[in-house]
Nanobody, 126 residues
């Protein structure tokens, strides 16, 4: 069993930046594909980015590619999401998730992930 805890959210102005962290506990995350999702009020959970267990491959949703960067530090059992050039439409609760199945492709559907954190709120003011 693994527990995931996100942090780093907050209130920022349009154009600002934040760095979200997702710390794992209970066991190592180094064998898992890790993903970030977000959920805006009244909307479904949306895929944002994913990273391979080694960290050498990443994948992004079209809506964030070029502005968001996912990374990981397996020594710290932590995954990060650097978010730049924030827009009001980026306002959402951001969740990290772990896929323990060692998939051959990056999972983009919430149901493909096994463990979730509690989320961290990101609010972008215009």
């Amino acid at each position: 069993q693994v527990q995931l805890a996100e942090s780093g959210g907050g209130l920022v102005q349009t154009g600002g930046s934040l760095r979200l962290s997702c710390a794992g506990s209970g066991r190592t995350l180094s064998n898992d594909v890790m993903g970030w999702f977000r959920q805006a009020p009244g909307k479904g959970r949306e895929f944002v980015a994913a990273i391979s267990w080694t960290g050498d491959a990443t994948f992004y949703a079209d809506s964030v590619r070029g502005r968001f960067t996912i990374s990981r530090d397996n020594a710290k059992n932590t995954v990060y999401l650097q978010i730049n050039s924030l827009k009001p439409e980026d306002t959402a609760v951001y969740y990290c998730a772990a896929d323990v199945s060692r998939p051959r492709r990056f999972p983009q559907i919430p149901g493909e992930y096994d463990y979730w954190g509690q989320g961290t709120q990101v609010t972008v003011s215009s």
